[in-house]
């Protein structure tokens, strides 16, 4: 299973657009990349996946280059609400284990 | 149902207790997923079902643990004789279709505490 590393943590002003990125440098031909949303006390929720390119939808883009090695999610003009963990997943045929690693935590400041 | 809902949202257990923990998914939702989650990290996968056949239960602490799915809906993980390593958060996730190329939805999860 491809290994991700991402930062532990980032701090971020409202309003400002926030990129984290992704390395996952094992990563498989058939494997997608997936970003999920954790608040306090509440399970992850999907934000965003993608296999190559750019991927945009109402609450992020995904943007991956052609090696596909790394990924970046950018969350346009972030408010205090992002604030939150993000988690890169990287994942695909072959197996049904996902793994979540620390993720990076986000804190948006007023 | 509006989504998943796990049951209870709180446990407290004494050491060597034993203990159930339910999950009901979304409606239709064919494969379903554990998790644990300690306090500060990332979800830990534990097991993982396609409608009632367990198909990967390598996360698996150990013989303490034990999952079931029966009727391929509603699934209960069942930690016996709980150590303290055993508080952290349980989640449990359903995917509408195979796991490849999913969107995992989550329910709150159950937080277990063992004194």
């Known amino acids: 299973l491809a290994k991700t590393t ?6 971020s002003y409202e309003g400002q657009e926030v990129n984290i990125t992704c390395s996952h440098n094992n990563i498989a031909t058939n494997d997608y990349i997936t970003w999920y949303q954790q608040f306090p006390s509440q399970g992850p929720r999907f934000i965003i996946q993608g296999y190559k390119t750019k991927v945009t939808n109402e609450v992020a883009s995904l943007f991956i280059p052609a090696d596909r090695k790394s990924s970046t999610l950018s969350l346009p003009r972030v408010s205090l609400s992002d604030t939150a963990v993000y988690y890169c997943l990287v994942d695909g045929a072959g197996g049904f284990k996902t793994i979540f690693g620390a993720g990076t935590r986000l804190f948006v400041k007023a | ?88 958060v349980y ?3 359903s995917v509408e279709s195979g796991p490849i190329v999913n969107e995992q939805f989550f329910g709150p999860g159950t937080r277990l505490t063992v004194l």
């Open chain 2, 91 to 93: 989640l449990c996730a």
């Open chain 1, 6 to 11: 991402q930062p532990i943590s980032m701090d």
């Open chain 2, 1 to 88: 149902g509006a989504g998943v809902s796990q049951s209870p949202r709180y446990k407290v257990a004494k050491r060597g207790q034993d203990v159930a923990l339910r999950c009901d998914p979304i409606s239709g939702h064919v494969s379903l997923f554990w998790y644990q989650q300690a306090l500060g990290q990332g979800p830990e996968f534990l097991t993982y079902f396609q409608n009632e056949a367990q198909l990967d239960k390598s996360g698996l602490p150990s013989d303490r643990f034990f999952a079931e799915r029966p009727e391929g809906s509603v699934s209960t993980l069942k930690i016996q004789r709980t150590q303290q390593e055993d508080s952290a």
